[in-house]
């Protein structure tokens, strides 16, 4: 069973930076498969990254590959999302994801089981 917590949105100008950090309850962290995804207002869920459960593969949507990166310290149970050179387009509930006992990299929102409640990333033109 495993709970997860965002936090670190919040409002800044485009080209600005945040660190986004999710923390989990549970035993079962280190060997949970990650993501995160964002929903942007009126649309729907998308994939935004993932990452293994030993954090040696990362996966990135083309519309923040570069800018965006993924990482995870196991030891904390803890995910991050670290966003430099955001857009406007940027904007969106950020969700963090974990599908345990799993090891590989996943896309699609349906393979998660667990998920975080969201913080929401403003960025302004």
């Known amino acids: 069973q495993v709970q997860l917590v965002e936090s670190g949105g919040g409002l800044v100008q485009a080209g600005d930076s945040l660190r986004l950090s999710c923390a989990a309850s549970g035993r079962s962290f280190s060997r949970a498969a990650l993501g995160w995804f964002r929903q942007a207002p009126g649309k729907e869920r998308e994939f935004v990254a993932a990452i293994n459960w030993r954090g040696a593969s990362t996966g990135y949507a083309d519309s923040v590959k570069g800018r965006f990166t993924i990482s995870r310290d196991n030891a904390k149970n803890t995910v991050y999302l670290q966003m430099n050179s955001l857009k406007p387009e940027d904007t969106a509930v950020y969700y963090c994801?974990?599908?345990?006992?799993?090891?590989?990299?996943?896309?699609?929102?349906?393979?998660?089981?667990?998920w975080g409640q969201g913080t929401p990333v403003t960025v302004s033109s």
């Open positions: 994801a974990a599908k345990s006992g799993s090891y590989g990299l996943f896309r699609e929102s349906v393979a998660y089981d667990y």
